[in-house]
Protein backbone atom coordinates (compact mmCIF):
# COMPACT_ATOMS: atom_id res chain seq x y z
CA UNK A 1 0.00 0.00 0.00
CA UNK A 2 1.44 3.86 -1.14
CA UNK A 3 1.86 5.07 1.85
CA UNK A 4 3.83 8.86 3.11
CA UNK A 5 4.75 8.88 6.55
CA UNK A 6 6.08 12.15 8.28
CA UNK A 7 8.15 12.53 11.46
CA UNK A 8 7.90 14.40 14.04
CA UNK A 9 3.99 15.05 14.32
CA UNK A 10 4.65 18.84 15.86
CA UNK A 11 7.83 20.83 16.85
CA UNK A 12 8.59 23.86 18.31
CA UNK A 13 12.09 25.22 18.36
CA UNK A 14 13.71 28.50 19.34
CA UNK A 15 14.01 31.72 16.20
CA UNK A 16 17.63 31.25 14.94
CA UNK A 17 17.88 27.31 15.71
CA UNK A 18 18.33 24.60 12.78
CA UNK A 19 15.98 21.70 12.55
CA UNK A 20 14.98 18.68 10.77
CA UNK A 21 11.58 17.21 9.01
CA UNK A 22 11.72 13.57 8.06
CA UNK A 23 9.74 11.75 5.27
CA UNK A 24 8.91 8.42 4.47
CA UNK A 25 7.87 6.62 2.12
CA UNK A 26 6.20 3.45 0.06
CA UNK A 27 5.18 4.81 -2.76
CA UNK A 28 6.04 2.86 -6.29
CA UNK A 29 7.18 3.04 -8.61
CA UNK A 30 8.43 6.71 -7.70
CA UNK A 31 8.64 9.89 -9.88
CA UNK A 32 9.03 12.55 -8.09
CA UNK A 33 8.90 14.01 -4.08
CA UNK A 34 7.87 17.49 -2.88
CA UNK A 35 8.01 19.52 -0.05
CA UNK A 36 5.11 21.88 0.61
CA UNK A 37 5.09 24.44 3.11
CA UNK A 38 1.23 25.26 3.84
CA UNK A 39 0.49 28.68 6.38
CA UNK A 40 -2.63 27.96 8.84
CA UNK A 41 -5.85 28.84 6.34
CA UNK A 42 -3.91 28.79 3.20
CA UNK A 43 -3.19 26.58 0.44
CA UNK A 44 0.21 25.05 -0.11
CA UNK A 45 3.29 26.38 -1.61
CA UNK A 46 6.01 24.64 -3.06
CA UNK A 47 9.48 24.85 -2.03
CA UNK A 48 11.34 21.66 -3.54
CA UNK A 49 10.65 19.11 -5.78
CA UNK A 50 12.99 16.00 -6.93
CA UNK A 51 13.16 13.16 -8.95
CA UNK A 52 14.68 9.86 -8.72
CA UNK A 53 18.31 11.34 -9.55
CA UNK A 54 18.42 13.85 -7.65
CA UNK A 55 19.54 13.76 -3.95
CA UNK A 56 19.61 17.21 -2.70
CA UNK A 57 17.78 20.43 -3.34
CA UNK A 58 17.74 24.08 -2.03
CA UNK A 59 15.36 26.44 -1.62
CA UNK A 60 17.07 29.47 0.19
CA UNK A 61 17.11 28.17 3.94
CA UNK A 62 15.47 25.16 2.81
CA UNK A 63 17.11 22.01 1.94
CA UNK A 64 15.45 18.98 0.78
CA UNK A 65 17.26 15.19 0.53
CA UNK A 66 16.53 12.17 -0.96
CA UNK A 67 17.75 8.71 -0.73
CA UNK A 68 15.69 6.67 -2.93
CA UNK A 69 16.94 3.60 -2.36
CA UNK A 70 15.97 3.78 1.33
CA UNK A 71 13.08 5.97 0.31
CA UNK A 72 13.78 8.53 2.61
CA UNK A 73 13.79 12.27 2.34
CA UNK A 74 13.90 15.05 5.02
CA UNK A 75 13.93 18.69 5.06
CA UNK A 76 16.57 20.89 6.50
CA UNK A 77 15.52 24.72 7.77
CA UNK A 78 18.89 26.93 8.77
CA UNK A 79 18.44 29.46 11.11
CA UNK A 80 14.87 29.59 11.43
CA UNK A 81 12.37 32.62 11.45
CA UNK A 82 9.40 33.22 13.19
CA UNK A 83 7.50 33.07 9.50
CA UNK A 84 8.58 29.77 9.47
CA UNK A 85 5.97 28.56 11.83
CA UNK A 86 3.76 26.23 9.17
CA UNK A 87 2.47 22.69 8.39
CA UNK A 88 5.76 21.03 5.85
CA UNK A 89 3.54 18.31 4.18
CA UNK A 90 5.97 16.05 1.81
CA UNK A 91 4.23 14.60 -1.29
CA UNK A 92 5.50 11.76 -3.22
CA UNK A 93 4.17 10.76 -6.63
CA UNK A 94 4.57 7.93 -8.92
CA UNK A 95 2.60 5.23 -11.26
CA UNK A 96 -1.11 6.44 -10.46
CA UNK A 97 -0.80 7.73 -7.76
CA UNK A 98 0.06 11.16 -5.43
CA UNK A 99 0.28 10.72 -2.00
CA UNK A 100 0.67 13.42 0.75
CA UNK A 101 1.70 12.97 4.01
CA UNK A 102 -0.27 14.47 7.22
CA UNK A 103 2.38 17.12 7.18
CA UNK A 104 4.44 18.03 10.44
CA UNK A 105 3.34 21.00 12.16
CA UNK A 106 6.49 23.40 12.92
CA UNK A 107 6.65 26.51 15.51
CA UNK A 108 9.42 28.76 15.53
CA UNK A 109 9.32 30.90 19.42
CA UNK A 110 11.27 34.16 19.30
CA UNK B 1 -0.76 37.37 -11.82
CA UNK B 2 -3.86 36.47 -9.21
CA UNK B 3 -2.68 33.17 -8.93
CA UNK B 4 -5.17 30.20 -8.43
CA UNK B 5 -8.35 31.94 -6.25
CA UNK B 6 -11.42 29.95 -4.89
CA UNK B 7 -14.97 31.16 -3.86
CA UNK B 8 -16.12 31.53 -1.35
CA UNK B 9 -13.70 31.56 1.40
CA UNK B 10 -16.25 29.69 3.79
CA UNK B 11 -19.12 28.27 3.84
CA UNK B 12 -21.78 26.14 5.99
CA UNK B 13 -24.27 23.82 5.20
CA UNK B 14 -26.72 21.48 6.65
CA UNK B 15 -26.38 17.73 6.44
CA UNK B 16 -28.29 16.54 2.93
CA UNK B 17 -27.75 19.84 1.55
CA UNK B 18 -25.86 20.16 -1.58
CA UNK B 19 -22.46 22.64 -2.32
CA UNK B 20 -20.59 23.89 -4.97
CA UNK B 21 -17.13 25.49 -4.94
CA UNK B 22 -15.24 27.97 -7.10
CA UNK B 23 -11.72 27.86 -8.84
CA UNK B 24 -10.12 29.76 -11.30
CA UNK B 25 -6.66 28.88 -12.14
CA UNK B 26 -3.35 30.65 -12.42
CA UNK B 27 -3.39 32.53 -15.77
CA UNK B 28 -1.61 30.09 -18.46
CA UNK B 29 -2.68 26.83 -16.94
CA UNK B 30 -5.11 24.43 -18.25
CA UNK B 31 -5.09 21.61 -15.73
CA UNK B 32 -7.05 21.56 -12.32
CA UNK B 33 -7.36 19.62 -9.35
CA UNK B 34 -9.36 19.49 -6.38
CA UNK B 35 -8.20 18.43 -2.85
CA UNK B 36 -9.87 17.52 0.30
CA UNK B 37 -8.00 18.62 3.17
CA UNK B 38 -9.38 17.56 6.67
CA UNK B 39 -7.91 19.07 9.67
CA UNK B 40 -4.51 18.02 11.12
CA UNK B 41 -4.37 15.83 7.66
CA UNK B 42 -2.53 15.92 4.20
CA UNK B 43 -5.01 16.93 1.52
CA UNK B 44 -6.62 13.91 -0.27
CA UNK B 45 -7.05 14.04 -4.03
CA UNK B 46 -10.80 14.00 -5.47
CA UNK B 47 -10.31 14.52 -9.30
CA UNK B 48 -8.56 16.26 -12.25
CA UNK B 49 -9.76 18.16 -15.02
CA UNK B 50 -8.23 18.82 -18.02
CA UNK B 51 -10.13 19.50 -21.34
CA UNK B 52 -13.25 20.15 -19.70
CA UNK B 53 -13.28 16.67 -18.96
CA UNK B 54 -12.16 14.55 -15.88
CA UNK B 55 -8.91 12.88 -16.29
CA UNK B 56 -7.88 11.24 -13.25
CA UNK B 57 -10.08 10.84 -9.69
CA UNK B 58 -9.38 9.44 -6.15
CA UNK B 59 -11.36 7.66 -3.62
CA UNK B 60 -14.09 9.44 -3.42
CA UNK B 61 -17.76 8.55 -3.79
CA UNK B 62 -20.21 9.62 -6.71
CA UNK B 63 -21.72 12.66 -4.40
CA UNK B 64 -18.56 14.70 -5.75
CA UNK B 65 -18.79 15.92 -8.91
CA UNK B 66 -17.22 18.44 -11.39
CA UNK B 67 -17.09 20.22 -14.03
CA UNK B 68 -14.09 22.83 -15.88
CA UNK B 69 -15.42 25.42 -18.11
CA UNK B 70 -13.83 26.71 -21.28
CA UNK B 71 -11.82 29.04 -19.75
CA UNK B 72 -10.55 26.69 -17.36
CA UNK B 73 -12.25 27.72 -14.41
CA UNK B 74 -13.60 24.98 -12.58
CA UNK B 75 -16.67 23.82 -10.05
CA UNK B 76 -16.55 21.25 -7.36
CA UNK B 77 -20.10 20.22 -6.52
CA UNK B 78 -20.78 18.00 -3.16
CA UNK B 79 -24.39 16.21 -2.49
CA UNK B 80 -26.38 14.91 -0.37
CA UNK B 81 -23.72 16.65 2.16
CA UNK B 82 -22.33 14.28 5.65
CA UNK B 83 -21.12 15.75 8.40
CA UNK B 84 -17.98 13.90 7.61
CA UNK B 85 -17.65 16.58 4.53
CA UNK B 86 -16.43 19.19 6.82
CA UNK B 87 -12.68 19.96 5.41
CA UNK B 88 -11.18 22.35 3.77
CA UNK B 89 -11.31 21.92 0.07
CA UNK B 90 -8.39 23.00 -2.06
CA UNK B 91 -7.81 23.48 -6.05
CA UNK B 92 -4.58 23.47 -7.96
CA UNK B 93 -3.69 24.39 -11.03
CA UNK B 94 -1.30 23.21 -13.02
CA UNK B 95 0.36 23.33 -16.66
CA UNK B 96 0.15 20.39 -18.49
CA UNK B 97 3.73 20.30 -19.87
CA UNK B 98 3.77 16.74 -19.38
CA UNK B 99 1.47 13.76 -19.68
CA UNK B 100 1.85 12.26 -16.13
CA UNK B 101 0.31 15.42 -14.37
CA UNK B 102 1.47 14.12 -10.85
CA UNK B 103 4.95 15.85 -12.81
CA UNK B 104 3.38 19.07 -13.07
CA UNK B 105 4.35 21.67 -10.52
CA UNK B 106 0.83 22.68 -9.19
CA UNK B 107 0.25 26.00 -7.47
CA UNK B 108 -2.57 25.61 -4.39
CA UNK B 109 -5.63 28.14 -3.84
CA UNK B 110 -6.02 29.47 -0.88
CA UNK B 111 -9.28 26.66 0.26
CA UNK B 112 -13.00 27.17 1.25
CA UNK B 113 -13.26 25.82 4.60
CA UNK B 114 -16.75 24.19 4.23
CA UNK B 115 -18.71 23.40 7.93
CA UNK B 116 -21.46 20.72 7.62
CA UNK B 117 -23.80 20.81 10.75
Known amino acids: KNQVEQSPQSLIILEGKNCTLQ??????????LRWYKQDTGRGPVSLTI?????NTKSNGRYTATLDADTKQSSLHITASQLSDSASYICVVSGGNDMRFGAGTRLTVKP | DAGVTQSPTHLIKTRGQQVTLRCSPKSGHDTVSWYQQALGQGPQFIFQYYEEEERQRGNFPDRFSGHQFPNYSSELNVNALLLGDSALYLCASSALLLQDFRRNEQFFGPGTRLTVL
Open chain 1, 50 to 54: MTFSE
Open chain 1, 23 to 32: CNYTVSPFSN
